[in-house]
């Protein structure tokens, strides 16, 4: 993709600057809006920082949600060799720079406003986990939100948390520098608890009503907040934050689930409006004057040059956007004056103050009383020079349409098209075809029917893959590629620890690394003591890791029956590893010889997340005894591929020749042999799962 760096549109604001680098709005040589990000030259000096992003972007590639703007590409740039992150353009204010605004102008963020883009984040951020189990976020924060002019909250630039972890910086300078917040836990590797505590902050900034800043410690809430919102409201945030010594959240599935608890619940029109109406006074603009809005020239002209991230139509559509809503529908607070709207002849104001003897305004009425001479505008007549400016827009719009439908209609009449896939091993590799970058591996896109030359390039390895669609086909390559110099596999391993009950302080080899449940990332290869305290009891495991290969850890703190007497054990054998639960409770996994459990009768799941593999067994337990369970192991499909052609045997044993769909194998992981009479043999390793077919491709051509 070509972009036209650093040419930004006439009517953008000034760039939006912070710890990660500049931002800017520029156009592709199709006309699209995108947004740059222009990386600090520090970041993208390191060589692992570019790898990881790289590596975030192809993950993420099919990823789709309505509250996350895509990730087009990451670039350099030629000129200048900054490294680039190119998205999608949103359209909006960046959700510091309200903040930033309300604090400066001391405009008050009351608790429905608040809530309303809370609530988007929490479902934005567990859309994430659901979606992408095995992909933490990272880096969420006022500074990667966007709210556009209808208060629509959108979270940007998705790829920077992997990267971050490539910098191992301090936890307290990834908040100085970036103001990304981390757990008190956090050593070398992000993890779930990091996303739900930076939605727990950006929602104390939101109820706070300013942006959080490098001095601010999260270690704990400031007083003065727990008496500026409901207790529930409190408590909330101070799980999400990771403050409560028991009972903090784990992950944002957990804050969502407690959300409608602690905030209520939702009352959308409400919170609605009073978001809109906070926007349009931090931008600026009057709602107390009638007729404010409706022309350019009634709004502030200096407005904009104190905000960065903001152009003179975002600030005019948020007010629009507002007094539409409100001439949408009556008030629920006020059917009467619904029912009976002001003429615009009228010269009496059906909405005028209250006498000087009538009592203060709670903050509601006050609320209600904006809404009032917010609804008086709408009823006023058009200013001189409207009428032209709406058949002229209306004429606009006519054309824009017209064009849209020669484009679509061209496009129904252009070629055919097929699609093409292509992975590697390790993922992440850059991919050129016919001339152009498409993008890292794995990779899925539309091509033209007919040949193309797809290029796979590493700073050890170039290879040229000639490729032929054909419409309404498809293909897909998989490529064994050398380990990137950046990418080399580490000697360390992860170390999961839980226990039960939860809470327990974890020091390893005498170093305190948190409370249960905790991941220890940076542990090298050999035999590690793990101590483990809570006042349900204590104790002290060996653990012996193995290189680059993670480990789990549960212990019961709880007081042990006596062998023999009330108490027995469960042993799994399954081809691959897998995990037992007992009512959404862990037990153990197969890597664990005997996991005990009390007597009597269980109902277990058995499952591997990773293959899609799930099975419930009932199994009784007697005192004293070793009770064996064999998981019954299922089978999935994989497609098989190579060019020209080729004999294939998979684990050793003869499966046929190519091209070979949907041949069933038990899940897991399976080595496959290519064999050609004249151009040799190839061996390629593949994970087959039991939710959707594996595909393997090669060219034996290729070197």
Known sequence: METAVGEPFAQAAQPFVDGFGERRVTIDIRGERLDILRLKAALGGVPSFESALRERAGRIAGFRHESFSRVRAIEIEKATGTLLVVSDHVRGVRLSTLLVAAEKRSVTMDLPAATRLIRQLVHAASAWREQMPDSVHGAIGPDRIMVTPDGRLVVVETVLGSALEQLRYSRQRYWEEFGVPLPATFTLTVNSRADVLQVGAVALALLLG?????????????????????????????????????GSFTSVLDARAAMDQAFGEPDIVEEQDSLLLFMARCLALDVDTPGAGDDETNLPREASDDLPDVD????????????????????????????????????????????????????????????????GVIGAPLPAGWTRR???????????????????????????????????????????????????TPLTLDLPAGEHVVEVLTETEHRKIPVTIRGGSDSSQFLEMAALPSAAATTSAELRIRTEPLGAAVTVDGRYVGRTPVSVSDLDPGPHTVVLKHEAGSATEQVLM????????FVPLAPRPTPGSAAGWITIKAPADVQLFEDG???????????????????????????????????QVTPGQVTSISANWPTGTVSINAQPWAQVFIDGMPLGETPIANARVPIGQHEILFRHPQLGERRQSVTVTARETAKVGIDLRSK
């Open 210 to 246: 300013r942006r959080l800043t490098s001095s601010d410690q999260l270690d704990a809430i400031p007083p003065a907040f727990s008496d500026r919102v409901p207790s529930a409201v409190s408590l909330w945030i101070s799980r999400a934050m990771q403050l409560e010594p028991v």
């Open 312 to 375: 003179l139509g975002t600030r005019i559509d948020a007010l629009r956007a507002f007094l539409a809503r409100r001439s949408a529908r009556p008030s629920p607070a006020e059917p009467e004056e619904a029912d009976h709207p002001p003429s615009p002849s009228d010269p009496t104001d059906e909405f005028s103050p209250e006498l000087p003897s009538a009592p203060a305004p709670t903050p509601t009425a006050t609320v209600h009383q904006e809404r009032r001479r917010t609804l």
């Open 390 to 440: 709406l058949w002229l827009a209306a004429a606009a719009i006519l054309t824009i349409g017209v064009v849209i439908a020669v484009i679509l209609f061209g496009r129904s009449r252009g070629p055919a098209m097929g699609r093409f896939s292509i992975d590697t091993r390790p993922a992440g590799i850059a991919i050129t075809i016919d001339g152009m970058p498409r993008g890292v």
């Open 546 to 553: 193995e290189a680059g290969k993670g480990s789990s850890l």
């Open 585 to 619: 409770r862990f037990l153990g996994s197969s890597r664990i010889d005997r996991i005990m459990v009390p007597t009597g009768r269980h109902e277990l799941d058995i499952i591997n997340d990773a293959l899609g593999f799930q099975e419930r067994r009932v199994v």
